[in-house]
Nanobody, 125 residues
């Protein structure tokens, strides 16, 4: 089973950008669907974006469409989340998740089997 490690979080001013990385070990991402979720303080974890490794098909939450981009790295074990035009409302712990259905880009948290430890993103106003 793949293990996931997120990186790239930090503190940024509103309007700025960050790129999060999700690195997998143990197995390549070639047969997985990968998702990004986030959890703000006092709120439930919510879907952000997802991508299938095999086809590159993507799915985004309405709140991030046009601002965030999920992509595959050149190596078969890295996925990125490019976040532009960040807003204070984007402040959260961001999690990478994987599911074993290579075609799946859904937003349902329980459909994802493996989770990373999360990386904090803080956007100041």
């Amino acid at each position: 089973q793949v293990q996931l490690v997120e990186s790239g979080g930090g503190l940024v001013q509103a309007g700025g950008s960050l790129r999060l990385s999700c690195a997998g070990s143990g197995r390549t991402f070639s047969s997985y669907g990968l998702g990004w979720f986030r959890q703000a303080p006092g709120k439930e974890r919510e879907f952000v974006a997802a991508i299938t490794w095999s086809s590159g098909r993507t799915n985004y939450a309405d709140s991030v469409k046009g601002r965030f981009t999920v992509s595959r790295g050149n190596a078969k074990n890295t996925v990125y989340l490019q976040m532009n035009s960040l807003e204070p409302e984007d402040t959260a712990v961001y999690y990478c998740a994987a599911n074993t259905r290579s075609w799946y880009v859904g937003s349902v948290e329980r459909d994802y089997d493996v989770w990373g430890q999360g990386t904090q993103v803080t956007v100041s106003s």
